[in-house]
């Protein structure tokens, strides 16, 4: 017998699944049928073992609040299943080969889900005392972040504006033509560390301070950049919190939410929500799929990489491919030297690196770095916790595991939480 809970869960991913593959049907087809979003036909069955598979996971997820597997959940629900729906509509290879990435994504999936099982440890949510942001953490984050942001508005001062979201991308060009690999580097960590830890700090000791400085921040970064995650990173970070604190089913809170939203979107066809659609649909939770069946399309008549992507890797062997990842894929189907269409870890460290295999290798890095960031973490408060991690959660939604650790600040958090645990201790 299937427990209650359980079937709450398969029933939300069913709604979410369904709302989202009507949208795709609607909306994202038709109109960025230009970037590839192909609408290929296929037999109920197909449909059918691809709905079997995105639910499959849901039946052996842990119940808990605990920040990891929330972490896990968030990537089951915003990457998992509506990349296998996207893959499904738009698939053009062979439909075998998807059935084996799906099947070997769903073990992928799997394998996430035991890193939030093995070594349980006891821990209290609403512990008081269990506080990361000691005097020396708190003295680290505000030299750096203080050091940090007067780079990042030295080298971005002149274009610095508020614009709207329609108008980033001559932001975002004269960014990039400003910027150095120093100011690059400090802008991501300002977004994946600086501001997740004063929003965490605003949110464990109930003070209005530290998440005006996060807001700060990401509104600076904004203006110099143009990042849109920057603007709705405070947002995004307390929803990630909120799902620690209100739920332990993180994947039925999302799947109720995330539904109800597709359906709404699908049943409304209002011009006011075309905004919304973009950020939502097509840039949070189209682009996984999407680029998942790009780069097997790509990698897999052209060679793999053999992990030659990764910095240190490509300095000891060589680089198979001289471009970055992002930068072939934009030059091989948009004919553009500019574009850089980054991917989440199942495409570049999974697809691009090995194929089919990859995908295996690139779930057991991500399983292990969460594992590390679990045994660094568990003695804190979880809800402040996910949202510390919640810029490191998107990054990994939309880079490689390396990438994540190192630009992304996974390694930063894992060392003040380190450091924050031995001052304690």
Known sequence: MIKLETLKRILAVIFFAAGYHAVYISYL?????????????????????IYVIAIIPAIWQRARNDAIVCVVSIIY?????????????????????????????MTGQFILQFATTKNEIRYSVKSKELDFATPRVQLLVAIFTVVSLIIFI?????????????????????????????????????????VPFYLAVAVLRKQWLPLAVAVFISLILYMGNGAKSALLMPIQAMIVGALVDKSRNPSQLLGLILGSTMWFLYALDFESLNTLKSLLIMRTLSTGGWMI????????????????????????????YQLQLGQIIGFEFFSSEVANLNANFWATDGIAAFGIPGIIISSLLVALSLQAIKLVSHEYNQKAVAILLSGLCLSILNGSI???MLSGGGFILMALLMIGKSERH
């Not at 629900?77 to 070997?104: G, Q, R, S």
């Not at 504006?161 to 004269?174: C, E, I, K």
């Open 293 to 320: 069946s790009i780069y097997y399309e790509y990698f897999s008549e052209n060679g793999w990489t053999y992990f030659t992507h990764v910095g240190p890797i490509a300095k000891i062997f060589g680089k198979v």
């Open 154 to 194: 030295d080298t971005n001062r002149s274009h610095m504006n508020l614009v709207r979201f329609s108008d980033v991308y001559d932001l975002r060009f004269a960014s990039r033509d400003a910027s150095s690999v120093l100011s690059g580097y400090l802008s991501m960590w300002l977004l994946g560390v600086s």
């Open 29 to 49: 087809h038709p109109t960025f049928e230009y970037l590839y979003y192909r609408l290929e036909d296929r037999e109920w069955l197909q449909w059918l073992f």
């Open 77 to 105: 629900m915003l990457l998992y299943v509506p990349a296998l729906i996207t893959m499904c509509a738009m698939w053009i290879m062979p439909f075998n080969d998807l059935v084996l990435v799906a099947l070997t994504l």
């Open 402 to 404: 390396f990438t994540s």
